[in-house]
Structure formats: C-alpha cells, structure tokens
C-alpha cells in the first residue's frame, strides 16, 4: 500500500463492521461518518474509497463525489461500492415491502444489529411480521388461508436461506 495512498471507509465509527474493515487495514483506514470530515483526508495521496454495507446508497455517492473533488487530480481516487445493494433503498423499501403482503417471515439471526432495524420497520408497517432463523422456525399454520406472503431478511441473510423459506411454506401449503 505505501505511504503514497490511503483508504477512506464511509461509515459509523465503533461499529462492528467497521471496526472490521479498519483492522483489516491494520488500523491505516480513516473514517469519514459526514461530508464535513472530508477535510482531514490527505488530498495528495492515491484513495480507495469503501462504505459500510448498510449504509445508504445516496449518501455513499454524495461522500464519493466529495472526496473525489477533494483528492488532487493526479491521484488515483477509485471507489467501491459495498453498500448492500439489497439494504441500500431497505428501510424505505422494506416497509412498503411489509405493507403489501399479509404476512410477513422476516429471516435472520437473533444478534443481528441490522436485521432488528429493519424487523421493527416490518412490524411498524405490519403487525402480521415474525422474525425466523431459518425454515424450522416457521409457524406454518399461520400461512393458512393466507395470499400473501413476504419474506425478506437482513443484509447479511443469503438468499438461499430466503428462498428455503419460502420453499418450505410451497411445500406446506401444496400438501
């Protein structure tokens, strides 16, 4: 890496996932949590610019446009984007999610800081809302009669998980 780039992380400093990502730069990452700490990035220096997975997608491009007008123009300035694709437009999106089906199985582990924000968005938009681990945790019964069901998960819920869910309500209600 040299003394001649830096690595910026677009995030919440302390968080988990951020701590993270920081020691795997062995501690030389800065981070930058608002367009107004963009001051205290070095300009002469080559950037890689990371975010946050949850972070929201908007707020990554306005730090990334910033910065790249801050970094001297010969520099390299080259940014990542790891902001969940999924979680970038959640928290709006989930809701409405959540508002048009019937019943909603939210998938994702009991610690997950990420999943319990966006679980209590579901059940703010839709008091029919339960959190599940997994398949086993499903209530089948209270699929019956019902025509609408979401499932939606967490940032860090892969989708086969979602769809042996989903999966194993099919099977259920087509016995």
């Known amino acids: 890496n040299g003394n001649d780039s830096q690595i910026i992380i677009y995030g919440q400093a302390g968080h988990a996932e951020v701590l993270g990502l920081v020691g795997q730069t062995h ?26 997975t949850t972070k929201s997608l908007e707020g990554y491009r306005q730090v990334v446009n910033e910065i790249k007008g801050h970094i001297d123009k010969v520099k390299e300035c080259e940014s990542f984007n790891t902001v969940c694709g999924q979680v970038a437009n959640r928290l709006d999106g989930i809701g409405r999610f959540a508002e048009s089906h019937e019943l909603i199985f939210f998938v994702c582990g009991k610690k ?9 968005e579901c059940r703010k938009m839709n008091p029919n809302s339960y959190q599940i681990e997994g398949p086993e945790d499903l209530d089948l019964s209270l699929t019956e009669g019902v025509h609408s069901i979401g499932i939606c998960g967490a940032t860090s819920t892969p989708k086969w998980l979602m769809e042996n869910c989903k999966q194993t309500i099919i099977n259920y209600n087509n016995r």
């Open 112 to 120: 997950s800081s990420n999943g319990r924000i966006l679980f209590d």
């Open 27 to 52: 501690g030389a990452a800065t981070v930058i949590e608002k367009s107004s700490q963009i001051g205290q990035i070095a300009k002469d220096k080559n950037t890689y610019i990371y975010s946050q």
